[in-house]
């Protein structure tokens, strides 16, 4: 019945009129519709991911690819093995929302000897050295695509001086004592790179004695991720940058021509 009396109202003088208003109705409400989502994305939370160390066994790690589940969170188990010595690891995540990153490489080095007292009294040492990996983020663009990245890049000695004596003399006694480069992948071991066969860890759960992120801190449902190492070039992400712009471009010309047709 709705039908008919549509299709008559449309035979009657100014059809075309009401035909133009109600494609008009269609159009901007798919708009408003397209906006109302763009609003969503744009509040979303900045995402935070760990990155942390441990044994081998993973896919490698020199442009490794990998995803959010449902709830935004990074599965367990989301790991890779470093196929070289490694002194920057890189974190991409698609879109414009800043990434952060925490990880125990951010932190002074450790020792485990397996007793507090040494381990007490080494420490303090190596975090006397400043010897720490750095971290930097920010914009950058993929294959044209804008996304976000973080890079930690590992510390170096001081090229000369009285700092570099003293260090040189730290690491080489806690080398003789085997309390540093002892194979395991911890903090000992990745002073000055990740060793060739360590994994790296991605999360957004707890790390070490690091907490893991908030609810607000997620990444959204699915997100495709990735991270590089030494450099490596990242590889472009299959998931295209969001088309709410084009399809806006798209209904704004619709109206016009049924502007110039009316």
């Not at 450790?110 to 420490?123: L, M």
């Not at 510390?155 to 194979?183: E, F, M």
């Not at 449902?221 to 490596?232: C, I």
């Not at 471009?249 to 009316?262: E, Q, S």
């Amino acid at each position: 019945m709705a039908a008919r009396v549509l299709r008559a109202a449309l035979r009657m003088r100014g059809g075309v009129q009401l035909t133009h208003k109600i494609t008009t109705i269609v159009v901007v409400g798919v708009l408003a519709l397209v906006a109302a989502a763009g609003a969503r994305a744009d509040s979303l939370p900045d995402p935070r991911q760990g990155v942390g160390t441990s044994g081998p066994g993973s896919p490698p790690c020199s442009q490794f690819s990998y995803a959010a589940g449902a709830t935004g969170a990074i599965p367990l188990g989301t790991q890779c093995t470093e196929g070289a010595n490694t002194t920057t690891i890189s974190l991409f995540a698609p879109g414009s929302n800043p990434l952060s990153i925490y990880s125990p490489l951010l932190e002074n080095p450790t020792i485990d000897s397996g007793s507090a007292s040494v381990n007490t009294f080494w420490n303090a040492k190596l975090a006397a050295t400043g010897l720490v990996w750095t971290s930097s983020c920010g914009p950058t663009t993929i294959a044209g695509v804008a996304a976000e990245e973080c890079t930690l890049t590992a510390p170096t000695l001081p090229a000369s001086g009285v700092q570099r004596t003293t260090d040189l003399a730290l690491l080489g006694a806690l080398s003789a004592l085997h309390l540093i480069n002892d194979g395991d992948c911890d903090r000992d071991d990745t002073i000055f790179f990740v060793p060739a066969g360590c994994d790296l860890v991605f999360t957004t759960g707890a790390l070490g004695g690091l907490p893991g992120d908030t609810a607000d801190q997620l990444f959204s449902p699915f997100e495709q991720l990735q991270s590089t190492s030494n450099g490596a070039a990242p590889i472009p992400f299959t998931i295209p940058e969001p088309v709410s712009a084009c399809v806006i471009l798209a209904g704004l010309g619709v109206l016009g021509i049924l502007r110039r047709k009316a």
